[in-house]
């Protein structure tokens, strides 16, 4: 489905009733790699996935920011008359879910914060955001998948699922380069999150593949400690998964996430 939001066509896919929960893609990819959650949860779950402004189907026009699309998803949950829903996020989602829980924490009902970490970028990462921009306006998409693949799969999914990393490199191949570089400044501008996560008053579950290198478990272990205790938040640790969890071990994340939601509780929307 495609709706108009904020100046754009965003494109999501709506599937299945219950408890509304918003699935936030990585960077540089798209909606697709949360279809295996999207198809297991929406017999208990109402399922929205975006493409973020600039992937898959939605228009790549400015302005990017995390901020700007935390509003998009906020737009889209006004079109569809959902007062409140579980973000769950993957890396670039995650920082998105934080940006939520920031500048519209009324609309969320819990967290799901997957393969992310919440400092900003250091210096060093934040020219490695030039080098990849320079990179992508010069070779294209290709490039930054041919990159970026090895990087975002674990060990075992390289060995054991390696249909998978092409998978992986044709989604990230096939996105608009004017997407992949307005959020490679998003992520380079993104603020730190720390005193969010010290904010947060809602069901939290954080969610980490044990082999991820480029959010490694110990960022997780910081977000958790970070919490409130009083939320009564949670780490789970996928094993034999890389930064991408949720297509390297889909039903691990699935049984995680479907566990999470019935600790969130039924509530009317
Ligand atoms: C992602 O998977 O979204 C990226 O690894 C996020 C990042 O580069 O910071």
């Known amino acids: 489905m495609i709706v108009q939001v904020n100046g754009i066509a965003l494109a999501y896919d709506d599937v299945g009733t219950g408890m509304p929960v918003v699935f936030l893609h990585g960077f540089p990819l798209d909606r697709s790699m949360w279809s295996n959650q999207r198809t297991s949860l929406s017999l208990r779950a109402r399922c929205i996935v975006p493409d973020l402004r600039g992937f898959g189907d939605s228009e790549a ?5 995390i901020d700007q699309y935390a509003d998009d998803v906020v737009a889209l949950l006004d079109v569809l008359e959902i007062e409140a829903a579980v973000i769950c996020g993957l890396s670039m989602g995650g920082y998105i879910a934080l940006a939520l ?3 519209h924490s009324t609309r969320v009902r819990g967290l799901v914060l997957c393969d992310t970490r919440a400092t900003a970028d250091s210096p060093e990462a934040r020219a490695g955001r ?15 998948a041919d990159k970026q693949v090895t990087g975002l799969l674990g060990k075992a999914t390289r060995t054991r699922q390696p249909e998978l990393a092409e998978e992986v490199r044709a989604m990230m191949g096939r996105q608009p380069v004017a997407g992949i570089v307005g959020a490679l400044g998003a992520l380079r501008d993104r603020p730190d999150s720390q005193d969010t996560l010290r904010s947060i008053t809602v069901p939290t579950l954080v969610l980490v593949g044990a082999d991820d290198t480029i959010t490694p478990p110990a960022e997780s272990r910081a977000i958790l400690d970070a919490l409130p205790d009083r939320i009564g938040a949670q780490l789970d640790i996928i094993a034999d998964a890389g930064h991408l969890s949720c297509l390297e071990r889909p039903a691990a994340v699935t049984h995680a996430l479907a566990d999470f939601l ?3 509780g039924p509530r009317p929307y």
């Open 101 to 103: 829980w920031r500048r």
């Open 262 to 264: 019935v600790t969130v």
């Open 61 to 65: 026009a400015p302005p990017y920011s």
């Open 130 to 144: 030039d080098a990849a921009i320079a990179l992508a306006m010069a070779d294209g998409a290709a490039a930054i």
